[in-house]
Nanobody, 123 residues
Framework: QVQLVESGGGLVQAGGSLSLSCAAAGSIVSIDPMGWYRQAPGKQRELVAVITRGGSTNYADSVKGRFTISRDNAKNTVYLQMNSLKPEDTAVYYC?????????????????WGQGTQVTVFS
């Protein structure tokens, strides 16, 4: 079984920083891309940032210049460093990954989501 396990998040004052991490575990052949989404109360889930195995990145306009996504391919882990946080960044943050797994002689293409972690920014 392949799964994503998130850690990090929490409560921080506006202007502060938080970091998130997400590790993929299981019989993994490849993971590409990996990314972060967020969902605020009453709103749809939106893309925050995504990174390919080769290191190419894409960010939502609302977080450009403040958030940095990175990954450690050897550890199958993606990170999100969030600086200059604003109250509007408050949301549940979800890790996402496109995974190819190998188990029982079969290859499977999976889209996985982490369990979600709360980020709350107060002013």
């Amino acid at each position: 079984q392949v799964q994503l396990v998130e850690s990090g998040g929490g409560l921080v004052q506006a202007g502060g920083s938080l970091s998130l991490s997400c590790a993929a575990a299981g019989s993994i052949v490849s993971i590409d891309p990996m990314g972060w989404y967020r969902q605020a109360p009453g709103k749809q889930r939106e893309l925050v940032a995504v990174i390919t195995r080769g290191g190419s990145t894409n960010y939502a306009d609302s977080v450009k210049g403040r958030f940095t996504i990175s990954r450690d391919n050897a550890k199958n882990t993606v990170y999100l460093q969030m600086n200059s946080l604003k109250p509007e960044d408050t949301a549940v943050y979800y890790c996402n990954a496109a995974v190819v797994s190998h188990s029982g002689g079969y290859y499977r293409a999976l889209e996985l989501w982490g369990q979600g972690t709360q980020v709350t920014v107060f002013s």
